[in-house]
């Protein structure tokens, strides 16, 4: 079908067949240095220049015009074989493509607005039923992965509906109900203190790793298997417990000694979370004491980190052992700790009230909710319930549905309970409930506070927000401000750093490869969880001091713990507890290009390329992301034998001048990047498995050999040519305007769900002016941006 | 080779349940016991993909020389055909192809614009899905499912082997059964309010956020069906087995345990015809699997560089695949049914959404094909720029589908016959 349709276009006469034909200027110009190559039977780039209409309200279309656009004004088209066309035409085409794009962008606004209707992903799902019940519950496992588009899983466009999540919605709401709505009386609050000498762990264990003492247990082994599940912590309700446990340095010259504390249900294959790396003082016992959820027959795991091996340990016996251990005097829980019985989950929904017994076949004492005024009672729950699920002021219209499940269920000789319960299930599942409700045109004060609390804390607005949006103050300026301020100082905002920050850099892929361990012997878990936690605190202290945004290519700080900064060189550090340092120059480390976490999620655990990590850095920091790769074209294959580099064998793709007008974009900055291995450290050479010179490090020889030399020097479009990444940076940072419309570009899709387009251009652009006299401070850009029109219109 | 509209008919609206052996009978299935038998098919994804040189035959045709990962299915020659050469048109280099691997929408990328199109066993489950107790199942080794609605959206997999036998083939007490059937009911009094409410919402949108509560209507639509369906089924026995329910293989590493759980569920859930499609993504982890002799996470095996230490854990691990393979085509083709056996009605589709795993690529996708009724015995070479859609047309086809078309395809695989 598609076949036939491109030949009859064949015949078709130049643009004067068409509608939508470009102007005479604009033709004139395509003719002259466009269409020689870009037209005909076979069209390079497969763009057929003489049959592209100039319908600009067509999506595809005009794409294909706006890259157009940029390959012109970029100098990359024509060809440098080509004659140049005159500065002048040049502004003229492009002028004329970003005129009528946002024409078009204009016109579809106006009916439509800019956004597209956009759903609760999962992670806005989980927080909002959170925030809406009061619960700790985890239900974004239960529902499937969200799609994404423009970098971020919160765009509407890409988030679809289908049965399937429409029945995990159902589940999910019958899960948080049970969890919010409480049927028993409170569980009784336990204290107990343990010790480690009595675990199970620790009797049968067949290596002699633990040396049990008359306060203590001393763990000498740091291999994983040898680490501690408390049997002894077994709770059988699920609440927040506070732990306690004391642990001191054994035999370990003055030093602390490290461990990490995780909590789950440890069976395996489930997912555990780490609470913490922590210190023990050598010889004086230390208190660490924090609270956490757990669920029902969770329990807690112990291992010391940094020690001795199990084999090396076991080899001389924990007895006569003489190196350091983590000795563990004891350890305390208390819990599940409440405020309140029923707890306020509960009493969010029904107020006061009160619980009968209504015995049912599994267990007799089991409480409901009665109510001696149904019709009334239930009104008012919905009532109180809506306006939050609904995120707005509701009338009898708006619950009515909810009544009628609820009559309906009451009916059906449900008791009362069971019928709210229903009706609840209701809420959770309607389009109000799981959609945004915005109307074309600027926002309602409603509407702005739902964009303005997912922006910042990927929930749902708290009742401060709700409440002036009801007094409909929240469009007034100074009002916003002070908000974003409230809200930015609010712990919540740590959603910005979870779901924006991991997505603009990707650092939800840090697990997606395991570095191998003879080529990275150096990697381990504290060094990769350091890193990540590095670029965030890093991104919270800009963001939190107003600091430059051009930080992020170029810093003399960052925050690292003694292991980050052993893998950076940084002298000094001490400890697991991330600080702020001075980075000193000779490091060549600052700004996010060069932090281990980033370094990481652009290799693939082997090889590092220069063209991912070069697309990145066009993509995510300098704000002009290359076109997808073509089709076709064979991709090169990594080799680490040692004969041959990525560059030499990147030479032979460039000259081929179809890829080298993208590849001398991309992978620049890719080659600047070279000097960092696939798990951030410098280097001057590769690593090989194919020979080699030796390679010792600390006395020991490495498995892998020394390959070829590190060649970092490329050139940027115009010449510019650097030696190294510090100074690809500098080269960055003499268009601070272009960084900052990149994040701003990245802010404003994340904060709106959908990228900025050319009909924006003027009002990115003011945005970035109005930021330019603050230093390009980060914090001023949120304000900024919160105070836009794009944000503020759907 | 195409079914006429009223033979798939007749194949179809009455063979409800075909449980032989290990199974009770039903009167339905007695009585279906004359119709044709069903035709099923399973789409299998090893997400970071298969070593093409220790798979792929030198030669094309029938007499080719058998290679490395071949020689485990040795077996089952005659029932198998490896291809070579297909990849999906517009699906690009990366992981990122996955999304694409049974739905052939091109350009999956995670930018604006993209929206993925319906998977091949979604779109057979809207024809053939309301004659099984399931219309297809979505089984996962790791979470990401394989399959895709028509409105774009990913369905959700099933990961726990045991939950999914126990849906399947375990009685509840009489009162879970009674509360379950409330809980059906409950849902579909809620759906019948919340569809009213979208209709109220639509007032006054626009264009692209009218299609977002179309995607919202028709996903009430068809869950109200499917919930009706499912209380109607809930009345009825479900097929005893003899099989234990099993246990999860819980060591998230562990490709080969995780592997053979689902293997076997296909077999049981096709032997009592609880479900006509299955799709099942394999194990592709950054974490090293429990197999001798390999000792690199599997993700970074993929990514061998060429080092030959890194081939041969990869090879290791590639073989256990295989392996595996041959023993779901063994159980297969030993469980008989109504003058045949299972493997030749089930077209087993196992494959890759990468071609080079080392390099992303996604051209000469490693492709094995067996039962189904097929002309098997040969490897075929096809040209490179054959679209991976042309082997789904005859494979939806061969379900009594029909269908001329899917995703980027020009027709129906040249050179797979269907046997006589």
Redesign the interface.
Known sequence: MRTVLASTLLVLPLWSAFAAAPPENVRAYLTGHCTKCHSGEKPKGKLDLESLAADFSVDADRRRWQIVAERVKAGTMPPKTQPRPAAGDVQMLTDWIGSQAAAAETARRAAHGRTVLRRLNRVEYENTVRDLLRIEVDLKEALPADTAADGFDNAGLALHTSSFLLEKYLDAAETALNLAIVNGPQPPLVKKRFSFKDERAVKVATEKVFLARDDDLVMFSSSPWNSITTGQFYPQNRGIYRIRVSASGHQSAGQPVSFQIDAGPMLMGTKNHLVGYFEAAADQPTIVEFTDHFEARNTLRVLPYGLATAQAVNKIGAEKYEGPGLAVQWVEYEGPLYDQWPPASHRRIFGDLQQAKVPIQSDRNHLEVVSSDPASDAKEIFHRFVYRAFRRTVTDDDIAPFVALFEQKLAAQYTFEQAVRVALKGVLVSPEFLFFRERPGRLDDFALASRLSYFLWSTMPDDELLSLAGEGKLEQPGVLREQVERMLKSPQSRALTENFLSQWLGLRDIDFTVPDHLMYPEYDDLLKTSMVEETQRFFEEILKEDLSLTNFVASDFTFANERLARHYGIPGVKGHALVKVALPPELHRGGVMTMGSVLKVTANGTTTSPIVRGAWVLERIMGTPPPPPPGGVPAIEPDIRGATTIREQLAKHRQIESCANCHKLIDPPGFALESFDVIGGWRDFYRTRGGGKAVVVDGKRMYYGRGKDIDPADELQGGRRFQNIDEFKQLLLEDKDQLARALATKLLTYATGRAPEAADKAEVDAVVAKIRDKNYGLRSLVHEIVQSSIFQSK | MKLSRRSFLRAGGVSLALPLFDAVLDRQSRGALNADPPRRLVCICAPLGLHGPNLFPQQAGRDYESTPYLDLLKDFRDDLTVISGLAH??V??GHDSI?SFLTAAQ?P????????SISLDQLAAEKIGTQTRFPSLTLSAE???LSW?R???????DVWPASVFARLFLEGKP?EVQKQIR?LQ??R???D??G???RR?QA??????R???D??F??????EQ?LAANEEWSHKPKPKVEAQQPQ?????ADLVGKTKLLFDLTHLAFQTDSTRLITIMLLGT???PPIPGV???H??LS?????P??LEQLRKVELEKMRLLAELLGKLKQSQEAGGNLLDRTSVFFSSNLG?A????C?NLPVILAGGGFKHGQHLAVDASTPLSNLYVSLLQRLGLEIGEFGTSTGTLTGLEVAG
């Not at chain 2, 006054?204 to 956020?209: I, K, N």
């Not at chain 2, 080392?358 to 690529?361: F, G, I, P, R």
């Open positions: 048109p517009g690009d280099s999304f350009h990328e995670r930018r604006a614009g993209f929206k993925n979470g990401f499912s609605t409105s774009g959206a990913l369905v959700p997999s009162e809980r409950d849902g009094s809620i759906l309010q919340v009213d409410q979208a919402m006054g949108l626009g264009a692209g956020d299609d977002k509560l995607e919202y028709s996903s009430v639509r068809e869950l499917r999860n293989a819980m060591n998230a950054s974490l090293v000792s690199d996470g993700h970074n990514h061998h560089g060429q080092d230490g890194k080079n080392s390099s992303h690529s051209t």
